[in-house]
């Protein structure tokens, strides 16, 4: 039986044995993360026509974390779950929304369930059933 001393036994139950991780994905979420925090903490264009140079810098990271969580493959169900708290940010319209999508918590939305339609209700279904799987 050739091979079988090289072979991993999965664990009792397991149909797979994942090996990858979602570093790259968690670490693109950290950076968007910290470049939203930052951005709230800075004053708005006192003109009021456009960003200021400062506000543009994060934005910048924001975009570049995000064109790198969107081109990932998600390994685990964490991943999977940036991806979609990613989505949703564009997809909750009201401004107290937007915080809350770039924290990814989960509990607000739960909180929310009320107001919110029925696609807004899937996504966060979704969210919870990620969030459940990583635990």
Not at 28 to 45: G, S
Not at 60 to 69: K, L, S
Not at 102 to 107: E, F
Not at 113 to 133: G, H, M, P, T, Y
């Amino acid at each position: 039986m050739a091979g079988i001393a090289d072979s991993t036994r999965a664990p009792d139950g397991a149909t797979a044995i994942r090996t990858k991780d979602d570093a790259a994905i968690i670490a693109a979420w950290d950076r968007r993360a910290a470049a939203f925090a930052t951005l709230q903490e800075l004053p708005d264009n006192p003109r009021g026509d456009g960003e200021t140079p400062e506000r543009l810098a994060q934005w910048a990271i924001v975009d570049v974390a995000e064109a790198e969580i969107c081109t990932s493959v998600a390994a685990t169900p964490r991943g999977a779950e940036i991806q979609l708290w990613c989505a949703a940010v564009y997809q909750f319209d009201a401004a107290e929304d937007e915080g809350p999508c770039y924290r990814g918590d989960l509990d607000y939305f739960t909180a929310q369930n009320d107001r919110l339609d029925w696609k807004d209700k899937l996504l966060i279904a979704a969210l919870r059933s990620l969030r459940e799987q990583g635990k």
